[in-house]
């Protein structure tokens, strides 16, 4: 889309704003059972971990439809942008790798996807597929998922 179009797209739907941070609700429980030192504080790490790697992954999902949506308007994706769109699955199944093996974990891989979902707006950006009220949810929520999960990755040690 070009500037014109962004700044005339239609505002998200209240639906989609309410739905998109309720998407925040299961990192604030973990970080909460956390917290208060609930029994299934180890259970809070892993479900956490999961559920920011499956909000990452479904971020590249996101960048390869836009990807092909992008050839409708008249300006296909480069291949630059369908690797950024595979990337975050792989990325958290590596970051996963140290605790099926045993390793330090969760705490460094809950710092670095954190860290990860935090920045990853930049790529909407750079791709220049998102409209505008797209982005600015993309930057609330990666804001928030992106400081809960890194929240859980400080507060691991305390937990292990």
């Given at each position: 889309?070009?500037?014109?179009?962004?700044?005339?797209?239609?505002?998200?739907?209240?639906?989609?704003?309410?739905?998109?941070?309720?998407?925040?609700?299961?990192?604030?429980?973990?970080?909460?059972?956390?917290?208060?030192?609930?029994?299934?504080?180890y259970?809070?790490?892993?479900?956490?971990?999961?559920?920011?790697?499956?909000?990452?992954?479904?971020?590249?999902?996101?960048?390869?439809?836009?990807?092909?949506?992008?050839?409708?308007?008249?300006?296909?994706?480069?291949?630059?942008?369908?690797?950024l769109?595979?990337?975050?699955?792989?990325?958290?199944?590596?970051?996963?790798?140290p605790?099926?093996?045993?390793?330090?974990?969760?705490?460094?891989?809950?710092?670095?996807?954190?860290?990860?979902?935090?920045?990853?707006?930049?790529?909407?950006?750079?791709?220049?597929?998102?409209?505008?009220?797209?982005?600015?949810?993309?930057?609330?929520?990666?804001?928030?998922?992106?400081?809960?999960?890194?929240?859980?990755?400080?507060?691991?040690?305390?937990?292990?």
């Open positions: 889309m070009n500037g014109q179009e962004q700044a005339s797209s239609p505002s998200l739907s209240t639906a989609a704003l309410v739905l998109g941070y309720a998407g925040l609700l299961p990192q604030l429980l973990c970080v909460g059972m956390l917290l208060i030192g609930h029994e299934w504080r259970a809070a790490l892993a479900g956490g971990y999961a559920y920011a790697a499956a909000i990452f992954s479904f971020l590249g999902g996101v960048w390869w439809g836009q990807a092909l949506a992008s050839a409708k308007d008249g300006k296909p994706a480069t291949t630059g942008a369908y690797v769109a595979v990337l975050p699955s792989l990325v958290a199944v590596a970051l996963f790798l605790w099926s093996f045993g390793w330090e974990w969760p705490g460094p891989a809950l710092l670095y996807l954190g860290a990860l979902i935090l920045g990853s707006p930049l790529v909407d950006r750079a791709l220049g597929f998102a409209a505008r009220d797209f982005l600015r949810l993309r930057w609330h929520l990666s804001a928030g998922l992106g400081s809960l999960t890194i929240a859980l990755g400080l507060l691991a040690p305390q937990v292990i």
